[in-house]
């Protein structure tokens, strides 16, 4: 059996898990239900703690969010989107077509890529990450349009246009620039707004 192995920051080989392993390894109980991680490209990365600043940043989000998502979306905090046989992200805000709960309910990581409208993450200590790893892995899955807001000076850089492993246009909007979403015609936000 060949095993597949990703590469560290250090240069040596790791092995990589597939969702499938990770999904068995959750039934086993080698990982906990309760455990928050993600698997980008096969290697399995600890998620860490939120901060107060993130958390009033994202609800503040799902709440203008659901106000403007119609009867077709849904919104949701921190769902698992399964992007490969080796990917699994949870993005701090997703907008997902609501057909995704159609499917068998017991199913693991339903979301995939084709049922992403605009994915969100909000980032406090892990900017770099997210608009580098995480837009490349985004972009390289054709998600559609992905945000990364900077929480500490709640600048948003706004990627559009999926394009290998990249975006075709990333724009930055500033606190008291008003974000919007093509697909969200009702939805409209500042964010030096949020309280």
Do not use: N
Not at 11 to 21: H, L, M
Not at 92 to 109: E, G, I, K, N
Request: glycine fraction near 10%; charge should be negative.
């Amino acid at each position: 059996m060949t095993v597949a192995v990703t590469r560290g920051a250090e240069g040596f080989p790791r092995r990589a898990f597939t969702v499938d392993e990770v999904r068995r390894m959750i039934e086993v109980g080698l990982i906990g239900e309760d455990e928050k991680f993600e698997l980008v490209e096969g290697e399995i990365v600890p998620m860490q703690a939120k901060s107060i600043a993130h958390e009033r940043i994202k609800h503040a989000l799902v709440m203008a969010l659901a106000r403007a998502a119609g009867p077709e979306l849904w919104v949701a905090g921190a769902t698992t989107v399964q992007l490969g046989e080796t990917t699994l992200v949870e993005p701090d805000l997703a907008v997902l077509a609501r057909t995704v709960y159609d499917a068998d309910p017991q199913s693991f990581a339903r979301p995939g890529a084709d049922d992403v409208v605009l994915l969100i993450e909000v980032a406090v200590s892990r900017l770099a990450y997210d608009r580098k790893v995480k837009a490349r892995l985004y972009a390289r899955h054709g998600i559609r349009e992905f945000w990364v807001i900077d929480g500490e000076t709640l600048t948003t850089f706004v990627h559009t246009g999926p394009a290998g492993d990249g975006f075709g246009s990333i724009v930055a909007r500033g606190p008291d620039e008003t974000l919007t979403c093509d697909a969200l015609p009702g939805f409209a936000v500042r964010l030096d707004a949020i309280g």
